[in-house]
Each structure stands twice: as C-alpha cells, then as structure tokens.
C-alpha cells in the first residue's frame, strides 16, 4: 500500500521534531555531565587542563607538583648579573639584593584558573582554558634599595671629576697648556630602571652587561685654551706681608686660573666671593663710610685693583669700577678700583673674538695679574695709561702711531 503525500509530510516532520529533540536531548546531557566534570575538577587538587607554565603544560598536576617546576625554573633563570667597564669587572649576586622567585603566586595562578566562580563560569572558564590554553608567568621580587647600594658603590669606582684645561707658566716664561680630563658619571639611577623588568620578569641578561658612563665635560676643556698664545697684558703692586697680604693672597688664588668667553662679563665678586671668617678671611684695614677701619677681608681692593690695570692694559672692556674714597698707595692716581661684598663690584667684558685667561699670584709682598689671550686679537696694537690731570686715558697704538685714544674716567678724591 503507497504511502500518500500527506503521509510522507506528516512522517517528515516527525522525524524532524524528534531529531532535533534526540539532539537537544543528547546535547543536554553532555552539558549536564561536563558541568559535573568541572564542578568535580573545581572541588579537587589538580591544575585544569591547558594551563601552562614557561612552555611546559601543567595541566593536572598538583600544587606539590607545580610548585617543584616553579622551584626547577627559578633555579635555571636565576644568577648573579656580571657588569663590566673597560677592564673591570663587578658581580652582584641575587642573595645580595634579596632576589627571590615568587612561587607561591606562580603556583596559585595556575591552581586558581577554573575556579572560585560559578559552575558555570568555572565550566566556560576550563574550557576556553583547553581550547585556548593559559600562560603562567614566574615572577620575582628584590630589595630596590640594596640594588641601588650595589650600583653606588660600582660607581664609585668608575666616577671621576673632569679637570679644567689649565694655562701656566713654563721655563723661561713660555706659556704651558695643560689638557683638560674628561669626567665620567654612571648614571646609576637609569641603570637601576633599566634592571627593574629582567629582574622581575626572571628575564635576567645571560652576558655580561656593559656599563657606559656618561662623559663630563670640564667648564674648561682643551679647545677652549687652543688659540691661547700670549700674554695680552699684566700689572704688579706691592704689599706688605701679614694679615692683609693673606687676604690678598686669597683674593688672588681665588681669580687665577679663570676663563673669560667672548661676550662674557667677568664679576669680581662673584669670583671671590664673601669675604668671611669661613672663607679663611682675616680682618685687616678697611675704608668704611670714607672712615679707615678694620674688617674681614682688607686689602682684597689691591686685588681688584691690580686686576682692573692688567684688564686696562689688556684691551678688555670695564663695566663698572668705583674709585675709593681716599687715593690709595699702592697704585697709580684714577687707578683702583674698590669693592664690598653685595654692595660695590669690579667688572669687565671679553669684547675679543677669542677667550682669555687669568692668571694670578701673590707671593713675598706683590701681587700680579696677567691676562692672557690670542694676541691676533690686539691687531698689532700696544695699549698703555695716560694721566691728563685727574682724567685717565687709554692709549692704543700700533707701528703707525695711535690708533684709539680711549678716555676712561676722571676721578676725585677726598
């Protein structure tokens, strides 16, 4: 007997209906029997599959397990980090900045994923695990401040000040140059930033690590001395040793060996500075208020006058200069220049193309500035001081006769 079409449509979607729920049914179960699973591996003492750790799988092992591979790990990734400089070598040894790998943390994350939730986060959880796979990261922790200890003392050793280039005095009055040195600083603090992450990570460096101090450079180096060539021009008075010839042999000491860059203004005061007891300063005599009296730091004045002269002569320009109240005896009328401290200054400016150095020294009972410089910047000219009266001039002159007669100031005094 035929089957009719309604027959066959009817039997169609029965066995649809029923497929579909034979399907549901069957997919209900294994979600049943999974979610059981997981609420069992939840409830255990293993580690959910597809979790693993520095590339190895750990899935199903045990804390006691995890926490040995963890132990094996750290005992492979962990040394002491070697730094060198030139030929020098410095080790710092992970007992001695408290390095420890952190295997209690690695090992709970790996025990912890699949877990604490739900059973069915936990369920959705382990299997994006098995799928997908988790990576456990063994970390570590150390003491930053023995680190930073380390670091110091290996600075220590390979820091150096720069020295400034210097100028003297050879035999026979030749000028003498003397290169400047250049200094080097470990940066010590970078160093430390740089090491944070390996150490932490346990991705230490295998080799070696070169350290590469930074240079410093000194305020004055070998270029700026190059074109030194002459003595442009220098002036002496005399004194009488004691308590104001220390003085003046401070002052002196304390402007010697200095460089003056074009456009630059030289300050006495700023120099020298405060002329104090704690500055080795001695109390001798002094004008006050146009009154003679005793202070710290008298007859510094014969300093910055013998310096103003030599600066005269030498073609440099005075910015300011203050006369004394009372003419002094150890220099030339309308030739001193006095000073206090924070209140009255000596200055000049290097108007020359090319830097000029002083030079002083105070020694038996006189005092003496030179100033030294590139004597193509004089173009051939001889400078010299003119009194006409109390007016006081500077003269320049060459083969040819005078080239600038320069008048500077004319003075009064008391």
């Keep these: 007997m035929e089957t009719s079409e309604v027959q066959k449509f009817n039997l169609k979607n029965f066995l649809s209906v029923n497929g579909k729920a034979k399907i549901a049914a069957a997919v209900a179960v294994i979600g049943v029997g999974a979610m059981a699973m997981s609420s069992s591996v939840s409830s255990g003492d293993k580690i959910v599959l597809g979790v693993r750790a520095e590339g190895q799988a750990?899935?199903?092992?045990?804390?006691?397990?995890?926490?040995?591979?963890?132990?094996?790990?750290?005992?492979?990734?962990?040394?002491?980090?070697?730094?060198?400089?030139?030929?020098?070598?410095?080790?710092?040894?992970?007992?001695?900045?408290?390095?420890?790998p952190l295997v209690d943390k690695a090992t709970s994350e790996a025990f912890s994923y699949g877990r604490g939730g739900s059973v069915l986060d936990n369920f959705n959880n382990q299997i994006r695990c098995a799928l997908n796979g988790r990576d456990v990261k063994l970390t570590a922790d150390y003491d930053s401040a023995l680190l930073d200890a380390k670091l110091a003392d290996i600075a220590t050793k390979i820091n150096r000040d720069p020295v400034n280039a210097v100028v003297e005095f050879g035999s026979g009055g030749a000028i003498e140059k003397i290169p400047g040195v250049i200094g080097k600083k470990l940066n010590t603090e970078q160093l430390a930033a740089s090491l944070k992450d390996p150490l932490t990570t346990l991705d230490l460096p295998k080799g070696v690590i070169?350290?590469?101090?930074?240079?410093?450079?000194?305020?004055?180096?070998?270029?700026?001395?190059?074109?030194?060539?002459?003595?442009?021009?220098?002036?002496?008075?005399?004194?009488?040793?004691?308590?104001?010839?220390?003085?003046?042999?401070?002052?002196?000491?304390?402007?010697?060996?200095?460089?003056?860059?074009?456009?630059?203004?030289?300050?006495?005061n700023d120099t020298v500075g405060p002329r104090t007891w704690d500055n080795g300063y001695k109390v001798a005599g002094v004008i006050i208020n146009g009154k003679a009296d005793v202070d710290y730091g008298g007859g510094v004045c014969q300093v910055s006058s013998t310096l103003y002269n030599a600066v005269l002569l030498s073609g440099l320009t005075?910015?300011?200069?203050?006369?004394?109240?009372?003419?002094?005896?150890?220099?030339?009328?309308?030739?001193?220049?006095?000073?206090?401290?924070?209140?009255?200054?000596?200055?000049?400016?290097?108007?020359?193309?090319?830097?000029?150095?002083?030079?002083?020294?105070?020694?038996?009972?006189?005092?003496?500035?030179?100033?030294?410089?590139?004597?193509?910047?004089?173009?051939?000219?001889?400078?010299?001081?003119?009194?006409?009266?109390?007016?006081?001039?500077?003269?320049?002159?060459?083969?040819?006769?005078?080239?600038?007669?320069?008048?500077?100031h004319t003075d009064v005094y008391n």
């Excluded at 397990?65 to 060198?84: D, G, M, Y």
């Excluded at 220098?234 to 002052?251: E, F, K, Q, V």
């Excluded at 051939?380 to 600038?404: P, Q």
């Design 58 to 100: 750990i899935g199903g092992m045990d804390k006691a397990s995890a926490e040995k591979l963890f132990t094996n790990v750290a005992a492979q990734k962990i040394h002491p980090l070697t730094f060198r400089y030139g030929d020098e070598e410095f080790v710092v040894t992970p007992e001695e900045i408290n390095l420890k």
């Design 318 to 408: 005075p910015v300011e200069r203050t006369p004394h109240f009372f003419q002094s005896s150890y220099i030339g009328y309308g030739r001193d220049a006095t000073v206090a401290d924070g209140q009255i200054d000596f200055k000049f400016r290097n108007d020359f193309l090319h830097n000029v150095y002083l030079l002083a020294e105070a020694s038996g009972s006189t005092v003496t500035v030179y100033v030294l410089g590139t004597k193509a910047d004089l173009n051939g000219t001889d400078i010299s001081l003119e009194l006409d009266g109390t007016s006081l001039y500077r003269v320049w002159r060459n083969d040819s006769g005078v080239v600038k007669d320069e008048y500077l």
């Design 210 to 268: 070169n350290l590469e101090p930074e240079d410093i450079a000194p305020f004055i180096t070998t270029e700026d001395i190059a074109q030194i060539d002459s003595v442009l021009g220098t002036y002496s008075t005399h004194y009488y040793p004691g308590d104001r010839g220390d003085n003046i042999w401070l002052a002196a000491n304390s402007i010697s060996h200095k460089i003056v860059k074009p456009s630059w203004t030289f300050s006495f």
